[in-house]
């Protein structure tokens, strides 16, 4: 079974900075994608940025050039660079994980965006 270890959520002011890592307990060559959803209260959850195993990345309109997806070299370990943040923002976000083994869901992590 999978599981992915979230971390650096947490509140910041309109227009900074906040970095997300997720952690995957698996094989580097069982991943075959990876990425990043968020629920705000009231809504569905939504793509918000996704790396596929040959390093292709997509993004909600909402982030683009706001926020970038990355791996580690073990492409174990995602993060999400998230920067002029909005209000907006605010959601629960959570890491999922696509694999050899069927996908995978993070316990979510609050980022709220608040002055």
């Known amino acids: 079974q999978v599981q992915l270890v979230e971390s650096g959520g947490g509140l910041v002011q309109p227009g900074g900075s906040l970095r997300l890592s997720c952690e995957a307990s698996?094989?580097?060559?069982?991943?075959?994608?990876m990425g990043w959803y968020r629920q705000a209260p009231g809504k569905e959850r939504e793509l918000v940025a996704r790396?596929?195993?040959?390093?292709?990345?997509n993004y909600a309109d909402s982030v683009k050039g706001r926020f970038t997806i990355s791996r580690d070299k073990a492409i174990k370990t995602v993060y999400l660079q998230m920067n002029s943040l909005k209000s907006e923002d605010t959601a629960v976000y959570y890491c999922?994980?696509?694999?050899?083994?069927?996908?995978?869901w993070g316990q979510g992590i609050q980022v709220t965006v608040s002055s």
């Open positions: 790396i596929v195993v040959n390093g292709d990345t």
């Open positions: 698996v094989h580097r060559f069982s991943i075959y994608a």
């Open positions: 999922h994980f696509v694999g050899r083994s069927g996908d995978a």
